[in-house]
């Protein structure tokens, strides 16, 4: 199938071919249709699928084919849990939508909100938001969404889990009752279903993929780690392996800037990005990792979220996530478009649960890794019962090629890992610990 016969007009079909598209993903190609039809939709698929384009195509295009009901009214309304995701987004519109007479802005926060006044006084049609700061310039009376025709909900799951639900119903209650309704999700927890009983009308369900799985794209394995030799192993496996661009998960803003600043002083240029930053320095960060400036980006769940990066390799569970649809979100950073990826998670003893949870979603195992070639084995009751050892598809990539394993046989269970004595990893484990 392509592009053309989804029945998408010469300006967005010369932009998409600009980007580089010739054939739309799955989620594309089952999207566009309907919503170029009128109807609501429901939709399920891992991220890095496309579904951006799944509905800002259609959106352009149903807005384009007809004037709107007042000049400079806001015609379609697109929420998101993140800056950086509304950043992007938005980035999307004005892509596709350069051939059309459509205006679009982001407004969010962390920011100065007078030039978003300003992008709004001079009228757009196209708002992409976060729903906090759209709730402020509902309050400063700086917004109408008196005339929103189109409502998306990006990633809608998410904004559950960061608490938004209530600010979601504010915004629900301002729009009027007449528009067509678009959810796209990750993962269906009933909580989310409950979010589309609510407002969505007949709503038509589309999924590319089985419900709460990780992309299949993306090569899964895990070490059983001491808690204190963590950064050794991480800084291992870097350095060892030459990783060149490997997005790491911690659970908290202070670990992560701990584990950035423990990474530099290994000798491995690192940054940082999560919610105390300034949206400046997320900006400048995600920029340095992405044009390779720095080669470890670490990073909390809510500052990830919808973190588009082209054929990002690595993906690092440095700390399991307590929320085991997160485990999906992360490692869909990688494995994105069709592209293979890797991700590696570190379970101490401490993380059972979160492992046992994971994998119960998952309805897998994660394969667990043998010993890497430069570590030793320590006794640690880490997971029980004792797992056997698995070799998983991929396991120990370095840069998409498999890690040297030793000759020798592979760990046993309830062993994890540490470095070698006198090694430069050595010394970072004594000063993490």
């Given at each position: 199938m392509s592009f053309e016969q989804l029945g998408l007009r010469t300006e967005l079909l010369r932009a998409v071919s600009e980007a580089g598209y010739s054939q739309p993903s799955p989620i594309q190609a089952k999207a566009i249709p309907v919503v170029l039809q009128g109807g609501d939709l429901l939709a399920g698929a891992q991220t890095g699928t496309g579904k951006t384009a799944g509905f800002a195509l259609p959106v352009l295009q149903r807005l384009s084919e007809k004037a709107p009901q007042r000049s400079g009214a806001i015609r379609a309304l697109i929420l998101t849990p993140t800056r950086e995701l509304a950043a992007q987004v938005e980035a999307s519109f004005r892509l596709y939508g350069k051939y059309l007479p459509l205006r679009s802005t982001v407004i969010f926060g962390g920011v100065n909100i007078r030039p978003q006044i300003s992008a709004l006084r001079k009228?757009?049609?196209?708002?992409?938001?976060?729903?906090?700061?759209?709730?402020?310039?509902?309050?400063?009376?700086?917004?109408?969404?008196?005339?929103?025709?189109?409502?998306?909900?990006?990633?809608?799951?998410?904004?559950?889990?960061?608490?938004?639900?209530?600010?979601?119903?504010?915004?629900?209650?301002?729009?009027?009752?007449?528009?067509?309704?678009?959810?796209?999700?990750?993962?269906?927890?009933?909580?989310?279903?409950?979010?589309?009983?609510?407002?969505?009308?007949?709503?038509?369900?589309?999924?590319?993929?089985?419900?709460?799985?990780?992309?299949?794209?993306?090569?899964?394995?895990?070490?059983?780690?001491?808690?204190?030799?963590?950064?050794?192993?991480?800084?291992?496996?870097?350095?060892?392996?030459?990783?060149?661009?490997?997005?790491?998960?911690?659970?908290?803003?202070?670990?992560?800037?701990?584990?950035?600043?423990?990474?530099?002083?290994?000798?491995?240029?690192?940054?940082?990005?999560?919610?105390?930053?300034?949206?400046?320095?997320?900006?400048?960060?995600?920029?340095?990792?992405?044009?390779?400036?720095?080669?470890?980006?670490?990073?909390?769940?809510?500052?990830a979220r919808g973190l588009d990066i082209e054929q990002l390799p690595f993906v690092v569970n440095y700390e399991m996530p307590n929320v085991p649809e997160d485990y999906v979100h992360r490692i869909g950073r990688t494995g994105r478009a069709g592209n293979s990826g890797n991700a590696i998670s570190f379970v101490c003893s401490e993380e059972r649960k979160q492992l046992r949870d994971i994998e119960t979603l998952l309805q897998r195992r994660i394969p667990l890794q043998e010993q890497e070639a430069g570590l030793k084995l320590v006794s640690s009751a880490v997971d029980s019962p004792a797992r056997a050892p698995q070799?998983?598809?991929?396991?120990?990539?370095?840069?998409?090629?498999?890690?040297?394993?030793?000759?020798?046989?592979?760990?046993?269970?309830?062993?994890?890992?540490?470095?070698?004595?006198?090694?430069?990893?050595?010394?970072?484990?004594?000063?993490?610990?």
């Open positions: 009228g757009v049609d196209i708002v992409v938001a976060t729903p906090g700061r759209l709730l402020d310039h509902v309050g400063q009376k700086t917004i109408d969404l008196s005339q929103v025709e189109m409502l998306v909900l990006d990633e809608a799951d998410r904004m559950l889990d960061m608490g938004f639900i209530h600010d979601l119903r504010k915004i629900l209650g301002l729009l009027p009752r007449n528009r067509q309704n678009m959810l796209f999700s990750a993962t269906f927890s009933n909580d989310i279903k409950r979010l589309a009983d609510g407002f969505l009308k007949a709503p038509e369900m589309i999924e590319v993929a089985r419900r709460n799985t990780a992309a299949e794209q993306v090569d899964q394995v895990m070490y059983r780690i001491d808690k204190g030799l963590k950064r050794a192993l991480l800084s291992h496996l870097i350095s060892g392996s030459n990783w060149q661009q490997v997005l790491v998960f911690t659970r908290t803003k202070h670990g992560a800037n701990r584990l950035a600043s423990q990474l530099d002083k290994d000798g491995i240029t690192t940054t940082a990005i999560h919610g105390n930053k300034s949206q400046g320095a997320r900006t400048k960060a995600l920029a340095d990792f992405k044009q390779g400036r720095v080669r470890v980006l670490v990073a909390t769940d809510i500052a070799r998983g598809r991929g396991a120990a990539p370095s840069n998409r090629q498999p890690a040297k394993s030793s000759s020798r046989s592979a760990r046993p269970a309830g062993k994890s890992y540490r470095p070698q004595a006198g090694a430069a990893n050595a010394r970072a484990g004594r000063a993490s610990r």
